[in-house]
């Protein structure tokens, strides 16, 4: 019965290293409430004018919203793209599929500094689309891979005779897709739509930086 129970050791190593990754990133919260006026650990006093100041400041809110405004529609754009490319490298047959997922993955392995160049000098030279929307396909181009291996593994721990038992009946692909795919498939939509926001609210900043700069210093 306890044959498959992780022993105290493994569950130990874990817990050190979840506390390695967590314990950085709580101790930032206390400081949000700390009455200096610079960064200190820890805070000498407790105070909510940091919060205030934030919450008075018009162009902190609009900072805030333009920038989940971005996160939001990236995470949209990828996960429409990733659910496609998902679909087609599982579900498909056809040459050169292991290219295509090398190609799709690819932004995760090139260096963010690199891809986020790439994306200047191409939207500067064909002066596509306006900031905004050159900052929305960056920060999907940045979620795309971790989306799509996520919901590939997805489809591929389902069960495929669903779908054929469904189409064999009379059932369109968009129906499966729509009644089948998509319900089996959401906890793991769930997941790559919560890695694809955060992904665009770290590592896309860059791009976000980048991107825009060109307008700033009068490019197109």
């Not at 998902?86 to 295509?100: E, I, N």
């Not at 793991?188 to 976000?208: E, P, W």
Request: net charge positive; proline share 5%; hydrophobic share 55%.
């Amino acid at each position: 019965m306890n044959g498959n129970r992780p022993g105290w050791l493994p569950l130990l190593i874990t817990l050190l290293t979840l506390a390695f990754l967590l314990v950085p990133i709580a101790m930032i919260f206390p400081l949000a409430f700390s009455t200096n006026s610079y960064l200190s650990f820890p805070p000498q006093g407790f105070s909510l004018k940091w919060m205030r100041a934030i919450l008075q400041d018009s162009q902190w809110l609009q900072a805030i919203g333009l920038s989940f405004t971005i996160a939001l529609m990236s995470t949209l754009l990828a996960m429409v793209l990733a659910l496609f490319a998902a679909l087609a490298l599982v579900r498909c047959r056809f040459v050169g599929k292991t290219l295509v997922y090398a190609l799709i993955v690819l932004p995760m392995i090139v260096p963010n500094v690199i891809a986020v160049l790439t994306l200047f000098f191409f939207f500067s030279e064909l002066a596509l689309f306006n900031s905004f929307t050159r900052i929305v396909i960056g920060h999907a181009l940045i979620a795309l891979p971790i989306a799509t291996i996520i919901l590939s593994s997805t489809l591929q721990g389902m069960d495929y005779r669903l779908e054929q038992a469904a189409m064999s009946l009379g059932a369109s692909h968009f129906n499966v897709l729509r009644r089948i795919t998509l319900p089996l498939a959401a906890p793991g939509m769930f997941s790559a739509a919560i890695f694809s926001f955060l992904s665009s609210n770290s590592a896309g900043n860059r791009v976000h930086q980048t991107i825009s700069g060109g307008e700033r210093s009068g490019d197109p």
